[in-house]
């Protein structure tokens, strides 16, 4: 309809404007001729009562004159006469004006001095009537005095308000048929058309394919139709080729890679993308406060730097929440843009979340909920009603924008982390055969830690929709195998590690995730010259250098390992000046106050311990509270002698694995938390319980005594875990897995 208006508006501006000229043109003369009729009339009976009244004037007869202004008192458009005398004094008046005629002697005067009869339009009181006076003279063209004759004119206002009446109506009714022809034809000749058009496309998008019967148009539409059935065709017919030819290359590659990744993705799903759901967007656009230009950044985040690598490989659509302060700007109609920047991999789609949503369910239930629910880091969660509420209201969100990009058949459906646990269901319930998949990327915690949260069987339900439920590691499986079976209705199978409820069954599988060559060949390499200027920034010539990467985060270990250092120091004072320990810690959720406490105890804690041991040249700590590029960390992990990851409790970590991976096997040594998912993979990392203080300090000493040789040997062997394990093999794992359900699966090698 607004398009219609659009094309139909200057049409009817011209219309209106044409009309509103010929109706002032048409009233204009419609009122000269209606006044000329009645000045006619008015010059005639004025006349007449002047031939009257010259004998009644001549010998003063009142009662006669009386007799004759009366004799007005029942005509329909004339209110009435008045006599004068030769002074201009009223001889004698109609009765009905008597009360509000008011003499306009000047005007008199003027027909006195000039002996010629005049009439004029005025305003008595209420009325707007016409005047006419009449001169009367003797025998000799003596005056005697004046006659006047007063008409009502409300029936010539009465004329030309109906005139401009019935121009209004033609008017709005030539607009409306303009308005309504207009709509028919656009909607017979465009509308319909584009319609069946947009449809025949939305079902080609989801796989319809076989069902689509040809698109019949004639004329240049016509034309535009079969170019894009054309294009669609060409489209069925390479993506079939793709598919042959990636099962074919499957059977001939050892290594997971990104390609062999892209084969199976396509022997496997064949025509249907896959939908990835994660809280966090992989790209983000923010507007620089120094600058003001708009910047497109890669968050902090290890589920963006598993998953980006997947999706670059595969393709598909990733739908995530856009929190960029300038994301609007760069998505199209329906939300969506290519990513990453300048090479259009796969399809970004951003769901736009209120202030009050996002601090409900990302702030409140998510973080300050479920993430201390389940790192047993001996943080209080905090579980509020409303948090629940806009956590719901938030999964519904997101279901419904998922929904919208499933394809006709078989969708799968990836979804991350703990702040959808009810988006499996709400899908299910929509499009039950989709295939749902969610990994958890933090622990699962035992079942009476769990059972904590007021939201319990809510939460295992929806989780319950899913195909299947994956995990770092097989400890996090068991204690959700558990969970279920004591807190709600269900059978478990512990020989087959799943669950059976209402008569579906959620596999339940250990997936350790890895990275991908993210620093490797295809990582955007550091600067020339790079590391040695951060040696010179930093003052680090000589010096053995140890490096932590991580979000400001309790769950991270940071107090610990700051206390380790400082009792490393104090324990091994060989090691002052020699020994430097940069700490990259990324911000992260500021807004929370036991996250906005934790960062200025940190600061705290650093400062007090560099007060403690540093003098003018050197200071043990170097903290960099911000986030920085991919290309720049790599630059520090290559410069680390050493890598503390000392997290508390952790799903993963891929730090760890990102450090082993940026030194490809040379002289190094990781420090890592025996509570991570990685010290399971990583057995030949110096191993620790960041509680333990003096344990700690000593594996310090440990990993920087530990012999050169010893140390290759343990990176290599770590290093080849990693490029035989890594992303794309745990996700070849989880597709093969899925796909599994409905037809056999292929080997995994």
Request: proline residues 4%.
């Amino acid at each position: 309809m607004k398009r219609v208006l659009l094309f139909v508006l200057p049409i009817l501006v011209i219309i209106a404007a044409g009309l509103a000229v010929l109706g002032i043109v048409q009233v204009r003369s419609v009122r000269e001729r209606l006044l000329d009729d009645l000045r006619r009339k008015a010059r005639t009976v004025a006349e007449s009562t002047a031939f009257s009244a010259r004998d009644i004037l001549k010998n003063n007869n009142v009662e006669e004159a009386k007799r004759l202004v009366d004799g007005f008192q029942l005509r329909e458009r004339i209110q009435g006469c008045i006599i004068y005398d030769r002074e201009i004094n009223v001889v004698a008046v109609t009765e009905r004006i008597a009360d509000w005629k008011e003499p306009n002697s000047t005007y008199l005067k003027l027909v006195v001095e000039t002996r010629t009869a005049r009439g004029d339009l005025e305003r008595f009181g209420e009325y707007r009537v016409y005047r006419y006076v009449q001169p009367v003279f003797d025998e000799n063209d003596d005056p005697l005095g004046l006659v006047e004759i007063v008409y009502d004119t409300s029936y010539l206002h009465s004329t030309l308000a109906e005139l401009w009446r019935w121009i209004s109506f033609t008017l709005i009714g030539l607009v409306c048929l303009i308005v309504l022809v207009s709509f028919i034809v656009e909607r017979q000749t465009y509308i319909l058309p584009i319609r069946r058009l947009t449809s025949w496309f939305s079902r080609f998008q989801r796989g319809e394919a076989d069902k689509l019967s040809p698109f019949r148009a004639k004329g240049e539409f016509g034309k535009l139709v079969s170019e894009v059935e054309q294009v669609a065709l060409s489209l069925r017919v390479a993506r079939r080729v793709v598919s042959d030819e990636a099962h074919s290359r499957l059977q001939q590659e050892d290594s997971w890679t990104e390609a062999k990744l892209r084969d199976l993705v396509n022997a496997k799903l064949r025509e249907n993308p896959l939908v990835v759901v994660s809280n966090r967007e992989p790209y983000m656009h923010v507007i620089d406060e120094a600058s003001g230009e708009v910047k497109c950044v890669r968050p902090a985040s290890g589920v963006v730097t598993a998953i980006d690598p997947i999706m670059r490989a595969c393709g598909g659509t990733w739908v995530s929440h856009g929190s960029g302060n300038a994301d609007r700007r760069f998505v199209n109609s329906k939300n969506k843009l290519g990513v990453p920047p300048g090479d259009d991999r796969y399809i970004l789609k951003r769901v736009w979340l209120t202030k009050d949503e996002e601090d409900g369910y990302y702030y409140g239930f998510s973080n300050e909920g479920l993430w201390p629910l389940c790192h047993i880091t001996h943080t209080r969660p905090i579980f509020r009603e409303n948090d629940w509420r806009m956590y719901e209201k938030v999964n519904r969100i997101f279901a419904e924008s998922i929904l919208e990009e499933l394809p006709a058949r078989n969708p799968l459906v990836f979804i991350q982390d703990y702040h959808f646990t009810l988006l499996p269901r709400m899908i299910k319930e929509k499009r039950p055969d989709a295939t749902v998949a969610l990994f958890w990327h933090i622990p699962w915690p035992n079942p009476e830690s769990f059972a904590i949260c007021p939201y319990q069987h809510e939460i295992l339900e929806g989780m319950l929709g899913c195909d299947l439920i994956g995990f770092h590691v097989q400890f996090h499986c068991n204690n959700f195998l558990e969970t279920a079976n004591r807190l709600m209705e269900s059978r478990v199978d512990m020989e087959k590690f799943s669950i059976v409820r209402d008569e579906k069954e959620t596999l339940i599988r250990a997936f350790p995730i890895s990275i991908d060559g993210y620093f490797g060949d295809k990582t955007p390499a550091p600067e020339a010259g790079q590391a040695e200027r951060i040696r010179a920034e930093h003052r680090l010539e000589g010096k053995i250098v140890a490096i932590g990467v991580d979000r400001v985060d309790y769950t991270k270990g940071i107090i610990e390992r700051i206390l380790a250092i400082d009792r490393f120091l104090d324990k091994y004072p060989e090691y002052r000046k020699r020994f430097v320990f940069i700490q990259i810690g990324a911000p992260s959720r500021t807004h929370i106050k036991r996250y906005h406490d934790f960062a200025a105890e940190v600061d705290d804690l650093i400062q007090k311990k560099n007060e403690k041991h540093s003098d003018e040249t050197w200071q043990p700590i170097i903290y960099l509270h911000r986030n920085l590029p991919p290309e720049e960390v790599r630059a520090y992990y290559e410069i680390g002698d050493i890598c503390i990851v000392g997290s508390l409790h952790d799903g993963m970590n891929l730090v760890a694995k990102e450090y082993v991976a940026a030194k490809r096997g040379a002289d190094g040594m990781l420090i890592l938390s025996r509570f991570t998912g990685a010290s399971r993979e990583l057995a030949d990392a110096v191993l620790i319980n960041p509680y333990s203080i003096e344990e700690f300090a000593d594996a310090i000493k440990f990993a920087i005594e530990m012999p050169a040789a010893e140390k290759q040997r343990r990176m290599e062997n770590m290093h080849k875990i990693i490029v035989e394990n890594n992303v794309f093999r745990w996700a070849a794992k989880i597709v093969t897995e899925l796909t599994a359900m409905k037809k056999d699966a292929i080997t995994i090698k």
